[in-house]
């Protein structure tokens, strides 16, 4: 009687471990479900028509667009609330916020007399006080802030409005940058002075910005991508398409967006951050089916945002 049980025990082992090996074993990737999925969270406040978010650099704030740019608004991490700044058209477009976090400067357009004129304004964040910069020009675009200017472009010549002091000053020295002018020229301004690098000739040069180091301009051009350039304009490395391209507050990393659209209408957009050689590229949301665009790095490299076509705005939680 006590071979049989066993025997019985021995066929019911094999029956089960048969079983098993017939269905075939899932492979989990711990890392990947943690750092791409599980720290993908949608912001509840931001779940329609919010755009182009942006931390503010002291991490508890975000600068928030909406769609076509006409909007700009400020979501509270802490607090968990969203707060209403302007409703000036094209404030949303490229907005500058200043290191120490107190200020946004934007930029707005109106047309008057069939002629559109642009002014610029700085506003407080908390106190949602605003300064206007300079009012109702033509050829106006704004270029940086610091913790004490707000650097603008009027023509060709380069301006600086004194945060404190509320004056102008022309040609400031102490300040480099890079920027695409009026004439969409690739331009630097240093010293005190404007020169046009333009490193693939004439062109609709985009997305500009200096590395933190102040040695490296990243830029994009139409049909070559994401391209670095020492401050000559001589190519330091071609990274491809990289779309909304910006640095790292380190400037050891460039994240922005590889999209695909056709025509009408976005087909596929992924996160991606480089190295500035090239040499490293992490796709931060390819385990993902969202649409993914326009993303911003917190000055300690460790969060994203970035916003879907919806306008619906994600944080990203990154290692």
């Not at 021995?10 to 017939?22: E, R």
């Not at 969270?41 to 928030?64: E, N, Q, R, W, Y």
């Not at 996160?271 to 649409?291: A, C, H, Q, R």
Request: hydrophobic share 35%; aromatic share 10%; with cysteine.
């Amino acid at each position: 009687m006590k071979n049989l049980f066993l025997k019985i025990i021995i066929l019911l082992l094999f029956a089960s471990f048969y079983s098993c090996a017939d269905k075939p074993a899932k492979t989990v990737n711990k890392t990947k479900i943690e750092n791409r999925q599980a720290e993908n969270k949608m912001i509840s406040l931001l779940d329609k028509g919010f755009f182009k978010a942006k931390f503010v650099p002291t991490g508890d704030k975000l600068i928030v667009s909406s769609e076509n740019d006409k909007r700009l608004a400020v979501y509270d991490f802490k607090n968990d609330v969203v707060e209403h700044l302007t409703s000036k058209q094209g404030a949303g477009m490229y907005p500058k916020i200043t290191p120490d976090g107190k200020y946004v400067a934007y930029q707005t357009h109106e047309f008057k007399n069939r002629r559109r004129l642009t002014s610029l304004f700085l506003q407080d964040i908390t106190e949602k006080i605003i300064v206007p910069v300079v009012t109702d020009k033509r050829d106006i675009k704004l270029l940086s802030v610091d913790n004490s200017n707000v650097y603008y472009l009027e023509g060709d010549v380069v301006k600086a409005f004194d945060i404190s002091g509320k004056k102008t000053k022309t040609n400031p020295k102490n300040i480099t940058i890079a920027f695409t002018d009026n004439n969409l020229n690739l331009s630097l301004y240093s010293g005190g002075k404007k020169s046009n690098i333009n490193p693939q000739g004439e062109g609709n040069y985009i997305w500009v910005s200096l590395s933190p180091d102040k040695k490296r301009i990243l830029y994009n051009y139409p049909k070559k991508g994401a391209i670095i350039a020492d401050l000559t304009g001589k190519t330091m490395k071609e990274l491809g398409k990289l779309d909304a391209a910006q640095w790292s507050n380190d400037g050891k990393w460039i994240i922005g967006m590889e999209d695909y659209d056709d025509g009408h209408k976005y087909t596929k957009s992924d996160i991606l951050m480089v190295s500035p050689d090239g040499k490293i590229k992490k796709n931060l949301t390819e385990n993902s089916d969202l649409i993914a665009l326009y993303p911003n790095l917190s000055n300690d490299g460790k969060k994203v945002v970035y916003n879907t076509e919806e306008g619906r705005v994600y944080l990203m939680k990154i290692k």
